[in-house]
């Protein structure tokens, strides 16, 4: 058989997108095999649903993502420091399930085992 060169190629670009159904079988692969399962299905959420990448979730303080009632924003905005080329942005956490799981990692996990350090997502607790 024989191939072209341009069949070859690698394309650069953007990663195809996951649909609803691989979605849910990353979500349930999660919750049956993570050490921190409520973490790392709110993590999931926020990179599926906002967008965001890994600096810019691990850059994420619980100011930027909660408003003066400690409910979670609508629209986040990024610190540049946090971004792909230092621009900044907003991010959208209007989805009603990102907003499901962030909120049952902050009400079950988060707020219950940190009290005095600001990143949204913690892996280990300093004793």
Known sequence: ??????????????????NNEEFQRVMDSILSHSQFPLRDTAIF?????????AMEICGLNLNDILDSQRQIRAQVTLRKIA???????????????LREYLTRYLVEVRNQKVADCEAVFVSRVAK
Do not use: C, W
């Open 83 to 97: 971004t792909r080329g230092a621009k900044g942005g907003n991010a959208y956490f209007s989805h009603p399930t």
């Open 1 to 18: 058989m024989f191939i072209r060169e341009r069949d070859m190629r690698t394309h650069e670009g953007q990663a195809r997108s996951i």
């Open 45 to 53: 959420a926020v990179s599926y649903f906002a967008g965001l990448r």
